[in-house]
């Protein structure tokens, strides 16, 4: 049997450990984690939706209607009137033929990819995706090539060289970096090379293009541009699940082929209406959207002159980049130490020695709040001119 205790050890030396925090109390950037009351800026509750009146009384007002449970998977008996109406939502928000709406965006990306490519099908993935794509790809069979993060050159290159059914996919806005993709250059060599576009906007729905339409109506690319979208709906929308739109057929091969949506059990019924009423607060959300751009920007002036190294991102995941394991789980401490709660994410979540403070930005927070942040950055910021004596 593997030793699991040594395992863990080996874990905890090399700075790797993962820990959960008890949260309690509702998601926002006030928050109750292990007793302590912390102002986080981690969550990707973007637009501040997670808590929002309107959602919560559609839940209320529809669970005696709905009941709670889901009952049974769709193809069985589980397939809501409120889970149909949802999808005409999320089809018309998309501005897509129709969608379908999965149980998590984990499970979409699995259930997707591995319908969509088969033995003998080339994938071709961005470096940087996140793992559930990376997952997806695996359990697909398909054989996967990875491309530099963004480096369309690098991918119209495999492309030409490879023959059979091609794929690419990539996140839409990165997880982790908080970077866009180059959606039309993507589009364009995947038409010049007859390929399948996967698009997995998690963290772009809500947030960029019109009406926080996502990252692909940005990027001014119809379905015809990116046959496949996914997205979350548990980051800027605030509740759960996840949904790919595209055309009718899509639709109707995925329903047939997709084992993550075929073998579940569908979603509350009550959590499909919660999410129609939040895709109406998103559609009239361009006060939040502004809020949130002001938020991002005030916080990307202040870090850079504190002299913190951030990346080129307009979205609101801002990474802080710090290097090692160790520094990111200490500059972290520090700042739970000043009542604010920002988590150091470490390999394999990202490369070796790229640990980060993936700080995220919400509609929910407030200008006072960013600054909050910034003096306590600015108190920390000593611990990273010296950091082999400072992290010791
Ligand atoms: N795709 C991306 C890019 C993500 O960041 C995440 C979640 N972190 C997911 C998919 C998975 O979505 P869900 O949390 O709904 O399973």
């Given at each position: 049997m593997r030793n699991f205790a040594k395992e863990i050890e080996e874990r905890k030396q090399a700075g790797l450990y993962r820990t959960r925090r008890l949260v309690s109390g509702p998601q926002q950037p006030e928050l109750?984690?292990?007793?302590?009351?912390?102002?986080?800026?981690?969550?990707?509750?973007?637009l501040g939706l997670a808590n929002h009146p309107a959602?919560?009384?559609?839940?209320?007002?529809a669970l005696p209607e709905t009941g709670l449970g889901g009952g049974a998977s769709h193809l069985i008996c589980g397939h809501h009137?409120?889970?149909?109406?949802?999808?005409?939502?999320?089809?018309k928000f998309t501005r897509r033929s129709s969608a379908l709406f999965f149980s998590t965006g984990y499970m979409a990306n699995m259930g997707v990819i591995s319908a969509l490519a088969g033995r003998g099908d080339t994938i071709f993935s961005d470096r940087l995706n996140?793992?559930?794509?990376?997952?997806?790809?695996?359990?697909?069979?398909?054989?996967?090539?990875?491309?530099?993060?963004?480096?369309?050159a690098a991918l119209e290159t495999m492309l030409a060289e490879t023959s059979g059914h091609k794929l690419v996919v990539t996140d839409g806005v990165f997880s982790m970096d908080g970077d866009v993709a180059p959606l039309r250059e993507l589009a364009r060599v995947?038409?010049?090379?007859?390929?399948?576009?996967?698009?997995?906007?998690a963290h772009g729905i809500g947030v960029l293009g019109p009406e926080g339409r996502g990252s692909v109506l940005d990027a001014g690319l119809t379905e015809e541009d990116v046959p496949v979208l996914i997205g979350t709906l548990g980051k800027a929308v605030g509740t759960s699940g996840a949904f790919v739109a595209g055309s009718e057929l899509l639709m109707d091969y995925l329903v047939q082929k997709a084992r993550t949506y075929?073998?579940?059990?569908?979603m509350?019924?009550?959590?499909?209406?919660?999410?129609c009423t939040s895709l109406d607060v998103i559609e009239r959300g361009d006060y939040l959207r502004s809020h949130l751009e002001a938020l991002i920007e005030r916080f990307r002036t202040g870090a850079r002159a504190l002299g913190y190294e951030l990346m080129a991102s307009h979205t609101p995941i801002q990474p802080i980049m710090v290097g090692t394991n160790d520094a990111a789980l200490a500059l972290s401490k520090a700042l739970e130490d000043r009542g604010l709660l920002v988590t150091a994410i470490r390999p394999p979540t990202v490369p070796a020695g790229e640990a980060r403070l993936r700080v995220t930005l919400s509609a929910a927070h407030r200008m006072a709040d960013v600054d909050r942040l910034l003096a306590a950055l600015k108190?920390?910021?000593p611990m990273m001119e010296a950091p082999e004596t400072a992290w010791a």
């Open positions: 109750t984690a292990d007793g302590k009351p912390l102002l986080s800026f981690c969550s990707n509750d973007y959602n919560i009384e559609t839940l209320k007002n009137d409120a889970h149909y109406q949802l999808e005409e939502r999320l089809a996140h793992a559930s794509i990376i997952d997806g790809c695996i359990l697909s069979r398909a054989r996967i090539r990875r491309y530099g993060h963004g480096d369309v995947c038409r010049e090379h007859d390929a399948l576009l996967i698009v997995d906007d075929i073998y579940t059990t569908a509350p019924p009550a959590v499909a209406m919660a999410t108190e920390c910021r």
